[in-house]
T-cell receptor
């Protein structure tokens, strides 16, 4: 059973470009969370999605950031017109809908975004 | 509001010393989960333990042990006989079990950088 997959692992963008980060949850998991880790800080919640639904985006910056989790395919975190302050590690976590593990999140390896 | 505080930013020890990483949390929930994660220099997050708020029994796993004290809202982590490979950033986290949109969200502390010297 493959774990949570994220790609790319490293992404370099110039200011003003777009960044697309992908997350494939574990098989059978229907909940996806995105977290951002700024340098020397803990992880901060960004958005919580279920298939085709954004449940909670209260941690997401109001502009330039968007997320989706389509019926088919990975979850995508999209950052438009990136700025240097967006440089961070972005982690995706998935969780099952029910069962004893529903309060546990399984993390992907992260995508390290560098904005030049 | 949910909050996790890891007051120790950095800790340095010499190999074979015991070390305790502190974690204090705040929550209004009566049911919640506490976690510890390890982040080695390679950057991934390694799950170490999950603890239910109703289970105050301390846990030991090899050289790792956890002390959950509900009365002081603390969930401390001790590494016995530390090794160089234990060098990493360690995060304590709290899970929201409220109904609705915040269900399952993790609140992380800022992490403690542990360096174990040979």
């Amino acid at each position: 059973n493959a774990g949570v997959m994220q790609n790319p692992r490293h992404l370099v963008r110039r200011r003003g470009q777009e960044a697309r980060l992908r997350c494939s949850p574990m098989k059978g998991h229907s909940h996806v969370y995105w977290y951002r880790q700024l340098p020397e800080e803990g992880l901060k919640f960004m958005v919580y999605l279920q298939k085709e639904n954004i449940i909670d985006e209260s941690g997401m910056p109001k502009e330039r950031f968007s997320a989706e989790f389509p019926k088919e395919g990975p979850s995508i975190l999209r950052i438009q017109q990136v700025v240097r302050g967006d440089s961070a590690a972005y982690f995706c976590a998935s969780s099952p809908l029910r069962g004893s593990m529903r309060h546990e999140q399984f993390f992907g390896p992260g995508t390290r975004l560098t904005v030049l | 509001a949910q909050k996790v505080t890891q007051a120790q930013t950095e800790i340095s020890v010499v190999e074979k010393e015991d070390v305790t990483l502190d974690c204090v949390y705040e929550t209004r929930d009566t049911t919640y989960y506490l976690f510890w994660y390890k982040q080695p220099p390679s950057g991934e997050l390694v799950f170490l333990i999950r603890r239910n708020s109703f289970d105050e029994q301390n846990e030991i796993s090899g050289r790792y042990s956890w002390n959950f004290q509900k009365s002081t809202s603390s969930f401390n982590f001790t590494i016995t006989a530390s090794q160089v490979v234990d060098s990493a950033v360690y995060f304590c986290a709290l899970s929201d079990t409220g109904r609705g949109s915040t269900l399952g969200r993790l609140y992380f502390g800022r992490g403690t950088q542990l360096t174990v010297w040979p």
